[in-house]
């Protein structure tokens, strides 16, 4: 579908004639010679804005290099992961020419496209040379989750995955090994877990809302369930029957879980989100932590990290007997429809999610996105995780949460659902047939195929 896609944008770009053009280049190494040759000095005087989440430091290390070689002045504006959102989908439904590059997350994919709040790439890769982007070379999860109705939203930026995290040292002290199915987990946390000495055996997101909802889909296709009647891994249409599955015997064991792991969590355990959960880990006071690799590298920081370089690393924990479903998140590069320099734009994604500067985003903290970069031999020593990401990087898939444009609602209200369980203010199946109910409605009034609501 993309060589086709790709196809027709070209031909339209010229006039439904087959353009006149230089032989390509042989190789990709030669295609980014010619390109960064033409970026010299390209875009002086010009500024680009981009607007992100700010997940780590890497991106803002490399940023000085691209403005030295193309004379642009880039300017980068951060935010917590729901301000991003919230005012990326403002800038996008006001039209306002403020920014040029959105970092969108994957299930955000369908909310930017169909409210036309960025640009389709395909005409932009059908004049660009084959071989500097190597479209094949990016992750296929990262690549599959950019499409939405044929048009690719962005190109991939941080790739995310999730996996399990433990402290060799604690794990040692309580004479266990990793754990390796969820009813491991239970017992390997309890036995982790030494309150007297401020040690728990695992620290989770179970924040009301966004963090508890999408702590639930990291966890549901590994228990053998699926969130909606048609989105699983190999489905035809992951959106073609949204009737919730919250009450599901899977659901329920999901939230289950997460009620028998809460006596095994630090204090202050239902207000715990994202940066709670690291620093709990980092101090060393939680055994276990099912996290995005982006808490990886700042772990062997010490200004951030008591754990130093003894922790491991493996594949999140999945019911015994099923199948392992990475979960994956990944940020994408795109261009606003109302850039004010989308050529500019689209210098800087292509120069930045190249393999050269992979390579170098990866060294200095970042994530690689690229197969070739996660086959880097330097870069494997340095982070020997990338060995078990390797082996897990197609075990994802892109709908792993929902990528419609209600993906943010719907992960909000089933994780205030959710919290109502963990909180004991209803049981785990009043609280599911609950979010079943709110959910299926909401779908059904965008227009969803949703039955029994």
Not at 168 to 178: D, E, N
Not at 336 to 353: G, I
Not at 429 to 450: C, F, H, I, P
Request: hydrophobic share 40%; glycine share 8%; net charge neutral.
């Amino acid at each position: 579908m993309l060589r086709v896609t790709l196809a027709l944008a070209l031909v339209a770009l010229n006039g439904g004639c087959a353009p006149e053009t230089k032989p390509p280049p042989a190789t990709q190494a030669e295609a980014w010679r010619t390109f960064v040759s033409g970026l010299r000095d390209k875009w002086r005087g010009e500024t680009l804005r981009i607007i992100s989440w700010h997940d780590n430091d890497a991106a803002e290390r490399l940023i000085p290099e691209f403005e030295r070689l193309t004379g642009a002045d880039v300017r980068t504006e951060f935010h917590p992961y729901q301000t991003t959102y919230l005012l990326e989908t403002f800038l996008g439904s006001s039209r306002s020419s403020s920014q040029d590059i959105f970092v969108i997350d994957m299930p955000w994919v369908g909310k930017m496209a169909t409210a036309e709040y960025v640009e389709p790439l395909n005409p932009y890769l059908a004049r660009t040379p084959e071989k500097l982007v190597d479209y094949r070379d990016y992750f296929k999860v990262m690549t599959d989750g950019a499409v939405w109705d044929q048009d690719i939203t962005g190109l991939p930026y941080t790739p995310v995955f999730v996996f399990n995290i433990y402290n060799k040292q604690l794990l040692r002290r309580a004479g266990v090994s990793p754990p390796r199915d969820f009813d491991d987990l239970v017992r390997v946390a309890a036995a982790a877990t030494d309150k007297a000495n401020g040690r728990y055996g695992v620290v989770m997101n179970n924040q009301t809302g966004t963090a508890v909802g999408q702590a639930y889909f990291e966890y549901i296709y590994n228990m053998g369930g699926k969130p909606f009647a048609s989105e699983y891994p190999g489905s035809p249409d992951y959106y073609a029957d949204m009737t919730p599955q919250f009450t599901s015997p899977q659901s329920i064991a999901v939230v289950n879980l997460f009620k028998r792991l809460l006596k095994y969590q630090p204090p202050g355990k239902l207000n715990v989100a994202w940066e709670q959960r690291f620093d709990a880990f980092a101090q060393g006071r939680a055994a276990l932590m099912s996290t995005w690799n982006f808490d990886i590298a700042p772990l062997l920081d010490p200004k951030l990290s008591k754990v130093g370089d003894d922790f491991g690393v493996q594949p999140v924990p999945r019911k015994k007997g099923a199948r392992l479903n990475t979960p994956v998140g990944g940020w994408q590069l795109a261009i606003s429809r109302q850039a004010r320099n989308k050529d500019l734009a689209w210098d800087f994604m292509v120069w930045f999610t190249s393999p050269q500067i992979g390579v170098k985003f990866a060294s200095a903290g970042g994530f690689p996105t690229r197969y070739s970069v996660l086959g880097d031999p330097d870069l494997a020593r340095r982070y020997p995780y990338y060995t078990i990401l390797r082996r897990v990087v197609d075990t994802a898939f892109p709908g792993f949460r929902p990528q419609i444009p209600e993906s943010f609602d719907v992960i909000e209200v089933l994780g205030t659902w959710i919290a109502k369980a963990l909180y004991g203010e209803l049981s785990t199946e009043e609280a599911m047939a609950r979010a079943n109910q709110d959910v299926g409605l909401l779908l059904k009034e965008a227009g969803y195929t949703v039955r029994g609501v």
